[in-house]
């Protein structure tokens, strides 16, 4: 687990991105498998880490898993610091309203999902991206939870409340039965065609062609109502680790897949909340235990697992190349999590 | 000689043939002590140049627009006559009313609306009634009808999306049939076009049945 290293992408890292974008479901992953705009997210992601300006919105992070012991990136995630940046960001809303005829002796809650657009400016968990051979260790929680701490050690670039989209149900031939209900109906086109439409563009001018007015879930038939809120297989690992930091999933769900999207404060989270500032000490003390430990500083960002007690040593660290003075901060993992 | 003979309701006049083959009811103003609902059939275009779409959708609102309008209801034409005798009954009541209404025009609302049953098929069901109106009231639509007459539509009101329903969450079948007639009311449907009621606007909010409206010449719509 000490081989594992989580940093910035760097430029060198294209080959490696690409194999992840042409791996990673199509459609699925915010990592587009295309080279000119992997280049444009690897500029983009140096530009965000290492420029001296205030940050503007328009950052976006992108860090990438190293497995020191066999030499190879496994994974990849991001952070975009302002959703819709340039543009409108929307979702639909779940909300309740009760409908009551006392005459005809009936009142029942309808659901029903508003265009909405609660959640622009939030920053937003992107681009996760995990070999299928490393699903089953900690390397999940080190790709997931340590841009949460990122966004701690470097709040006054980010919104003080993050989301994260997650895939919704298809089938096998990539079908969405949330957008053939709802999205299709305005598009006239299927979802593998309007993904690629979109692809590019901004999702807010697609939007604009859905309806204003809510759309009621009754109305809808049965496979595009079950679909709501439901993830695509693939997304449930990283969306397990999500809803274990303490993100809502209730609230909204993407417009287009009715994949459920989460939010929450960023205080709220448990890496969040448990993490403290520890100094790499000579000698270590204390209980050892899993944790999750990040060098904060936005250039020269990196976070590795690993046993330690409250106090950290060089040794424990190894792969961050902590040196004995220097202010990490650390997050205790759950002990099955880094079984 | 089959006259026109007209007698003082509760609601309004009656209009009836004197042979007893048809006869309808002239209410000055609807919906004023219990509200009356209608949908509004809308139009929505989502257009994209640049994605090169252009989508025309239908939409139903929820509303009472008709509030204070005359209403032609309850029309009644013997079904033993051919379609054509049933249109001509209707059409000569139909134009009596407008001609009461034409005489003293400040006893009535501006304009003329005529509410027609909606289209079902052979089994009695309703497209429209199944794909939005069930969605919303579990019970029988005909049973409530029967229970509470009338004003079922305006209980039911109360269950309904306010907002725009945009007709194609509701499938095919309801899209089709839509503002159109029940067979049964297909010679009232002529009488009242011949009569020059406007093409319908607005729907029943129960089985989809078109709403058609007359304005008197002159009146400032």
């Keep these: ?339 | 000689m089959n006259d026109i003979h007209i007698s003082a309701e509760t609601d309004g006049q009656r209009f009836s043939l004197a042979d007893g083959s048809a006869s309808l009811l002239l209410v000055p103003r609807l919906g004023l002590t219990l509200p009356r609902y209608h949908f509004h059939i809308g139009r929505v275009v989502h257009a994209a140049q640049d994605l090169g779409l252009f989508r025309v959708q239908t939409t139903l609102l929820l509303g009472n627009d008709h509030t204070g309008q005359a209403e032609l209801t309850d029309l009644r034409v013997a079904q033993g006559l051919a379609a054509a005798e049933q249109t001509a009954a209707l059409w000569r009541l139909i134009s009596a009313a407008q001609a009461a209404m034409a005489e003293k025009p400040a006893d009535f609302g501006d304009w003329l609306v005529a509410e027609l049953p909606g289209w079902r098929d052979a089994a009695g069901n309703s497209p429209v009634w199944q794909a939005l109106g069930a969605r919303f009231y579990a019970g029988d639509p005909l049973q409530a009808e029967a229970r509470l007459g009338p004003a079922w539509r305006s209980h039911l009101a109360a269950l309904l999306p306010r907002q725009a329903v945009y007709l194609s969450f509701l499938g095919e079948a309801a899209e089709r049939r839509l503002a159109q007639p029940a067979d049964a009311a297909l010679a009232a449907l002529a009488a009242l076009q011949a009569a020059g009621f406007q093409p319908p606007a607005h729907a029943r909010i129960d089985d989809g049945g078109p709403v058609l409206t007359w304005r008197i010449a002159g009146r400032a719509p």
């Excluded at chain 1, 622009?120 to 929680?141: K, R, V, W």
């Excluded at chain 1, 598009?187 to 690629?196: H, I, R, T, V």
């Design chain 1, 1 to 339: 687990m000490n081989h594992l290293l989580l940093r910035p992408v760097a430029a060198a890292d294209l080959a490696d991105l690409q194999r992840m974008a042409a791996a990673s479901a199509d459609g699925i992953s915010s990592l587009p498998n295309d080279e000119a705009k992997l280049r444009r997210r690897i500029a983009a992601s140096l530009q965000a880490f290492a420029s001296p300006d205030d940050a503007s919105g328009e950052e976006t992070y992108l860090f990438v898993l190293e497995d020191l012991a066999a030499g190879r990136l496994v994974g990849c995630s991001g952070i975009a610091a302002s959703a819709g940046f340039f543009d409108r960001f929307y979702s639909y809303r779940n909300e309740f309203v009760v409908h009551a005829s006392a005459a005809l002796g009936v009142s029942q809650r309808m659901h029903t999902l508003h265009l909405c657009h609660d959640l622009t400016g939030t920053t937003l968990l992107t681009s996760f991206y995990l070999d299928p051979g490393y699903e089953h260790g900690p390397a999940a929680q080190l790709l997931s939870r340590a841009r949460l701490l990122f966004i701690k050690a470097n709040a006054e670039r980010f919104s003080e409340r993050i989301a994260a989209e997650s895939p919704g149900i298809t089938d096998a031939a990539g079908q969405s039965p949330f957008w053939d209900a709802v999205g299709r109906r305005f598009f006239g086109m299927d979802y593998p065609e309007a993904e690629a439409v979109i692809g590019g563009r901004s999702r807010a001018c697609i939007a604009e062609l859905m309806p204003p007015s809510p759309v009621y879930v009754a109305l809808l038939p049965e496979a595009a109502q079950w679909a709501i809120g439901q993830l695509h297989p693939v997304g449930e690992l990283p969306f397990s680790i999500l809803q274990d930091e303490g993100f809502d999933a209730d609230t909204y769900i993407d417009i287009f897949d009715g994949g459920p999207t989460v939010d929450a404060p960023l205080a709220s989270l448990r890496s969040v909340r448990l993490a403290r500032e520890v100094e790499v000490r000579a000698e270590g003390d204390g209980p050892r235990r899993w944790q999750l430990l990040v060098r904060p500083q936005r250039a020269g960002f990196a976070a590795v697992l690993a046993e330690a007690g409250d106090g950290v040593t060089p040794a424990d660290a190894q792969a961050l190349g902590a040196r004995p003075g220097e202010r990490l901060l650390a997050t205790p993992l759950h002990i099955g999590e880094a079984a």
